[in-house]
């Protein structure tokens, strides 16, 4: 199956969206978690090494788009939306 030029055309604007959109999102919601918790930011710029954990963190606390709802629950322990935790 081809596709036609319209429909060609509409998946790559699609694609290129959606990429800026997860790109754009990450960047711009980490560096104003960051400003709002200046301890945080403070530390990491104190150990550039806890980077890719910081990362992986701000993705979990601030997704890049709308995960729909959810109740985290570990080991019987639900915890309040958007509260920041590690667990080991």
């Excluded at 969206?17 to 754009?24: D, I, K, M, N, P």
């Excluded at 997704?63 to 590690?86: K, W």
């Amino acid at each position: 199956m081809r596709l036609t030029e319209v429909q060609l055309a509409s998946t790559t604007v699609l694609l290129f969206l959606a990429g800026h959109e997860t790109t754009v999102n990450p960047i711009a919601n980490g560096v104003l978690t960051l400003l709002r918790h200046p301890d945080e930011l403070s530390r990491l710029r104190g150990n550039p090494g806890l980077l890719p954990r910081a990362v992986k963190e701000l993705l979990r606390y601030e997704p890049p788009v709308d995960p729909g709802a959810r109740r985290p629950d570990a080991r019987g322990i639900s915890m309040p939306p958007r509260r920041i935790c590690e667990v080991r």
